[in-house]
C-alpha cells in the first residue's frame, strides 16, 4: 500500500505543470561540460595576455632568438625550443621500438594471465611521479653514466661530435633517455589499444593459409594500425615535450644548440621550472617565462589535438567495419 | 620462400626480441623502486611524518611533515573543485544530447587538455590566481591541481556511465520518475563504483605533480594550519624536488624516504582504485 501510495505521488510530481526541477537541472550539467571547453579557452587567453609584453617587446625574434639570457635582457626561446626536440626525439627513437614491441607481445603472444600482470607492471611506469624520476637520474642513474658510460664514450669515440665535450652527466642524451622510460607506458599503451581493434578474422585469415605467428602479425596487425601507431607516437612526443621536473633536473639548464649530446642544455618547460622563482620579482622576464609557457601549450595543443583525430579517425573506422 | 623451419625460427626470435623489449622497460623500474626503498626506509618514522624540516637545514630529524599536510590539504581542495564539475559534465555527454557537438567537443577536449604539460597549468593558476590576491597560496597550489583532475574525471565518469543499463533508466523513467531524479538516484549510484576509481586515479596523479605548485604553492619551510589556505605551502613533492637538489647527504636522505612516502601513497591509492572495480566486476557477474 505504502509503495503504492509512493509511486503515485511520484507521478503527480512528474506531470506538475512546471518541470522547473528538471530544466534546471539541466542547466546545471551543460554548464559544466562548457566550463570544461571555457576552461581550456580561458587558460590561453589569460596566459597570451599576461605574456603579451614579451611577445610585442620581442616579437618574432622571442621565437628565432637564439641567446637566452633573462640577465641581460636577451629572449631568444630558440635553444630551448631546440632542446626540447632533441630530448624529445631522443626520447621517441628509444621509446618507439621498445613500446610498439611491448604492445605487440602484450596483446598478440604473451598468454592471456601473464599479460594482465605484465600490463599492469608496464602501467606502473606511468604512476612513478615525475619529482622520483629526477631524484633516481641526478643521484644513481647520472652517476652510473657517468662512470661506465659517458666517461669511456667521450674518452675513446671523442672524435664524434655527438660524444665529444662530455660535462657533468646532466645532459640532452640523460634527460632523453629518462624521458624515454617516462614516454614508454602512454605509447605501449594506445598501440595496445589500437592492435585490439583489429578484428580477430583477419588474424586467423592470415594463420589459416599457414602464417607464424610474425607473420601474421605483419600481415594482419600492423598495416591495420599504422595510423593509430602514429597517434600514439604524437601522444609520447606531447608527454616528452611537456614534462618538466624530471627533465629539470638533468638538463643542466644552460640553453644551447649544439649537436654534443654530453653537452648541458635546456628544454621550455624546465627553464620555466628553473627560473621561475627568480624572475617573479622582474616583470619582463616574469612576461618571457609566461611566454615560454604558451609557446609550449601551443605545441603541445597542436600535437595532441592532431593525434586525438587520427585516434578517433581510427576508432571509427574499426566501428564501421 | 624460405623454408617452414627458418620462419619459424624468425618468428620465434621476434618473441624474443618482444620480450627483451618489455624487459627494458620493467628493470629500470624495478631499479627506481629497490633503490627508493632501499634508501629511503631507514628515515622512515613517526616524526619524519610529522615534523616539519630542522630550521638548519644541516641538522638531523624533522621530515616532511609540512609538505604531506600540504599535499593533502591541496589535493583535497582539487578534488572537491573537480569532482563535482567532471562528474557533472559526463552527466551532460552521457545523458543529454551525447552525439550533439557540445557532447562531441567536451569529449575531444578532455581528452586532449590530459595531455596539457601540468606546468603551463601552473603558469595559468599563477596569473589568474597568484597575480590577482597577491600570494602564493594553498588555494592556487589546490585549484592548479583540481584543473589537472578534472578532464581525467569527466572520461572515467562518461565510461562508467555509459555501462549503466539503458533499461534501467527505462524502468525508472517508466515509473513517472524525473530525467534529473533518474540520474540521481539510479545512474549515479549504479555507475559510482566506477566513477570512484577514476577520482582516486586522479587524486594519486594529482599528489604526484610538483612543476604546477611550484608556481602556485611555492613552498614553505613551516607546517601550515589546516585552517590557513591564502598563504605559501609546501608539498611533498616539492619537499622532495628541493631537498635533492642540495648536496648534503642528509638533505638526500630526506628526499629518498619523502619519495618512499609519495609512492606508498600513490601506489595505495590505485590499489583501492582497482579493488573498487574488481568489486563491481564481481558483483555484475
Known sequence: MGVLTRSADRAGESVAPTG??????????????????????????????????????????????????????????????????ITSVIALVIAVPVSVLIALYLSEVAPPRLATSLTYVVDLLAAVPSVVYGLWGVLV??????????????????????????????DYLT??????????????????????????????AALAVGATQWEMI????????????????????????????????????????????????????????????EAVSTPIWKSGLIALGVVLFAMTLLINI???????????GANGS | MRSLQARQRRSQLMAGVMIAAVLVAVIPLLFILGDVVVKGISQLNLAFLTQPEPFVQTASGGGFGAGIRGTIKMVGLGTVIAVPI???????TTEYRSRGPLATLVRFFADVMTGIP???????????????????????????????????????????????PVMLRESALALGIRRWRTIVS???????????????????????????????????????????????ENSLTLEIYNNSRAFLPIQQARAWTGALVLIVGVLILSLVARAVIARRTRRTR
Open chain 2, 186 to 232: 539510479v545512474v549515479l549510484p549504479t555507475a559510482l563504483p566506477g566513477i570512484t576509481t577514476g577520482v582516486l586515479l586522479a587524486m594519486a596523479r594529482a599528489a604526484g605533480e610538483t612543476a604546477p605548485l611550484l608556481l602556485t604553492a611555492f613552498g614553505n619551510q613551516l607546517i601550515t594550519g589546516w585552517g590557513k589556505w591564502n598563504g605559501p
Open chain 1, 218 to 277: 605483419r600481415m594482419a596487425v600492423l598495416p591495420r594500425s599504422r595510423s593509430g601507431v602514429i597517434a600514439a607516437v604524437m601522444l609520447g612526443f606531447g608527454r616528452a615535450v611537456g614534462e618538466t621536473i624530471a627533465v629539470a633536473y638533468l638538463i643542466g639548464g644552460f640553453p644551447s644548440i649544439t649537436d654534443h649530446l654530453l653537452q648541458q642544455g635546456s628544454t621550455i618547460a624546465a627553464t620555466i621550472a628553473l627560473q621561475f622563482q
Open chain 2, 118 to 164: 601540468s606546468i603551463f597549468v601552473g603558469i595559468f593558476v599563477f596569473t589568474v590566481v597568484v597575480l590577482t590576491t597577491g600570494s602564493f597560496s594553498t588555494y592556487a597550489g589546490g585549484i592548479a591541481l583540481g584543473i589537472l583532475m578534472m578532464p581525467v574525471i569527466v572520461r572515467t565518469s562518461e565510461e562508467a556511465m555509459q555501462l549503466v
Open chain 1, 20 to 85: 522547473s526541477a528538471d530544466r534546471y537541472f539541466r542547466l546545471l550539467v551543460t554548464g559544466c561540460a562548457l566550463l570544461v571547453l571555457l576552461l581550456l579557452a580561458g587558460m590561453l587567453i589569460r596566459t597570451t595576455w599576461a605574456a603579451w609584453p614579451a611577445f610585442s617587446r620581442y616579437g618574432v625574434s622571442f621565437i628565432t632568438g637564439t641567446k637566452w639570457q633573462p640577465a641581460s635582457g636577451q629572449f631568444g626561446a630558440l635553444p630551448l625550443i631546440y632542446g626540447t626536440l
Open chain 2, 86 to 92: 567532471g562528474v557533472l559534465a559526463a552527466v551532460y
Open chain 1, 175 to 204: 634527460a632523453g633517455l629518462i624521458l624515454a622510460l617516462m614516454i614508454t607506458p602512454i605509447i605501449s599503451a594506445v598501440s595496445r589499444e589500437i592492435f585490439k581493434t583489429v578484428p580477430d578474422e583477419e588474424r586467423e
Open chain 1, 141 to 170: 642513474l647520472v652517476p652510473f653514466l657517468t662512470n661506465h658510460i659517458y666517461q669511456p664514450l667521450s674518452t675513446h669515440l671523442s672524435w664524434l661530435p655527438l660524444f665529444s665535450d662530455f660535462t657533468s652527466g646532466r
Open chain 1, 306 to 316: 592532431g593525434a586525438r583525430l587520427i585516434i578517433r579517425r581510427a576508432e571509427r
